[in-house]
Nanobody, 124 residues
Framework: QAQLVESGGGLVQPGGSLRLSCAVP????????IAWFRQAPGKEREGVSC????????YYIDALKGRFTISRDYAKNMVYLQMNSLKPEDTAVYYC?????????????????WGQGTQVTVSS
């Protein structure tokens, strides 16, 4: 399976911003939905946002709308997650992943290619 590579995590104070990047093979970016997930310590992994191949964005967590923005740069084969007004509860390992079979970004789709994750810590 193709490997996606995340970067951009780090330590940030509450209220700060980070932009996560996900390098995606062009062959995947052109046809499959790319999503961001996160997993906080002791919690289950949860979907954050997804971008279809036609650039339609889905936000799985309503509370993150307005703070988080997913986007892509097709020329650079990158998908980004801009995170603003960060809160301690946003602390988690963030992963990007590609849909296995399509580009719908529905909540019930299967994701087949995952990155290794990047740690985001929001703390003063």
């Amino acid at each position: 399976q193709a490997q996606l590579v995340e970067s951009g995590g780090g330590l940030v104070q509450p209220g700060g911003s980070l932009r996560l990047s996900c390098a995606v093979p062009r062959s995947i970016l052109a046809y499959y939905g790319i999503a961001w997930f996160r997993q906080a310590p002791g919690k289950e992994r949860e979907g954050v946002s997804c971008l279809s191949s036609t650039h339609d964005a889905t936000y799985y967590i309503d509370a993150l709308k307005g703070r988080f923005t997913i986007s892509r740069d097709y020329a650079k084969n990158m998908v980004y997650l801009q995170m603003n007004s960060l809160k301690p509860e946003d602390t988690a390992v963030y992963y990007c992943a590609a849909e296995k079979y399509g580009s719908s970004c529905r909540r019930d789709v299967e994701f087949g290619s995952w990155g290794q994750g990047t740690q985001v810590t929001v703390s003063s």
